[in-house]
């Protein structure tokens, strides 16, 4: 077939254009970010409900965390803060919890209930107790609880004071010490997140702006606006994700980074395994210290029986789940091929998100709460920030 000079010139701009076109392409993704508005201390603060007392110090602590973060304080950043500190404290920097004082006795005579009969006498000794340097018995302070800050410093006080001996008769000082073991007090206490955005205390103790606090001075940052703004929304941003909504993040904040990417792996697991797994966003079980725990849960399992079906080692589908919490677990042969399988059964692009089905456990919450009820509150508040 006799081709054209039209044609041969066309033929030969093609490769250029397409080299072109992929330039623009990635100059385009690159300066994306540049085209989005920076957002002023003086359009944060109008974008903070009118209500909010001193809204010009929250915008500055906003705005100065997400520089800290090293992230631009955008429209779609800021609102994203702003929603998530209306949800989780009202813009409270020390938030009240209702009902405090039953609540924590109960926690402890919970705690205490290991003891058997002596359990009524373990509480009654344990509130007899002083703060060093203090007047006022623990029992007392008890009933003068009002926030998680309170709360938080009463079970340091509690572990100052009995860090060398359980309190009581020895009878009930003994058994104590067989309860509490080696950690003593210190592991007692129930505050895992604070702060006006409530953010975990462990996510905290890993951030490089926090590293020379001890753990006291953390706790005590963390307390404060700017501190607690600040280790909120670097949890919030400090990982890249290609979720298309906000409200996957708002998911992730709840229960664990990616959980919301994990999900969507895990019912499309589902689909091709037949394997019913919940869509909790985790593919390992985790210890209290976040460390995976050895057991295999229904997640590995159906990835391995998949990886048997498909071609990919064990090695292979052990790596990938151990690489759940990071971005490299798209770079997985795994999830690369779990996706392309689904796809082929399918015929349609599979999701890159979903919200987590995660049942919320606390004695601050009333009733039954899930994450995607977190979510979608978190979402209306962001979007009706969105709007203004």
């Not at 705005?63 to 779609?76: D, G, N, Q, S, W």
């Not at 091709?272 to 050895?294: F, I, M």
């Amino acid at each position: 077939m006799k081709i054209s000079v039209y044609q041969t010139k066309l033929l030969v701009l093609i490769p250029l254009l397409i080299a072109v076109g992929s330039c623009i392409t990635s100059e385009k993704d690159e300066d994306a970010e540049a085209k989005i508005p920076r957002v002023s201390v003086e359009q944060a603060r109008r974008l903070i409900p009118a209500k909010v007392n001193d809204r010009s110090g929250w915008a500055t602590d906003i705005i100065a965390a997400l520089v800290t973060a090293e992230r631009k304080p955008t429209k779609e950043r800021v609102c994203a803060v702003i929603a998530v500190i209306e949800q989780e404290s009202g813009f409270q920097v020390d938030p009240a919890v209702r009902n405090l004082p039953n609540i924590v006795r109960a926690g402890l005579l919970e705690k205490l209930q290991k003891l058997g009969p002596l359990a009524e006498a373990a509480l009654a000794a344990l509130l007899t107790g002083k703060a060093p340097g203090s007047d006022v018995p623990f029992s007392k302070r008890i009933e003068q609880l009002r926030t998680e800050k309170d709360l938080d410093k009463l079970y340091r006080d509690i572990a100052a004071a009995y860090r060398n001996k359980a309190p009581g008769t020895y009878f009930v000082s003994s058994a104590l010490s067989r309860l509490l073991g080696k950690g003593g007090f210190d592991d007692w206490n129930p505050v895992t997140t604070a702060g006006s955005m409530q953010v975990k205390i462990s996510f905290a103790e890993t951030l490089e702006v926090f590293k020379d606090l001890s753990s006291e001075e953390l706790r005590e940052k963390l307390y404060t606006r700017a501190g607690g703004i600040e280790a909120g929304t670097s949890r919030l941003f400090h990982y890249e994700a290609s979720y298309d909504k906000q409200i996957y993040r708002f998911a992730d904040y709840n229960v664990g980074v990616y959980a919301s990417r994990n999900a969507a792996f895990q019912s499309m697991l589902t689909d091709l395994t037949k394997q019913k797994l919940v869509l909790d966003g985790d593919l390992l079980a985790y210890r209290s210290n976040e460390r995976p725990n050895g057991v295999d849960t229904n997640s590995l399992k159906a990835m391995l029986a998949f990886a048997n079906d498909n071609d990919l080692s064990e090695h292979e589908a052990r790596m990938a789940a151990g690489r759940e919490k990071t971005e490299d677990f798209e770079e997985t042969k795994m999830w690369e091929k779990v996706r392309e399988t689904w796809e082929e059964h399918k015929s349609k692009k599979p999701s890159y998100a979903v919200i987590p089905t995660v049942q919320l456990s606390s004695p601050k919450l009333t009733g039954s709460r899930t994450t995607a009820w977190f979510a979608k509150s978190v979402d209306r508040r962001y979007q009706s920030c969105i709007k203004k």
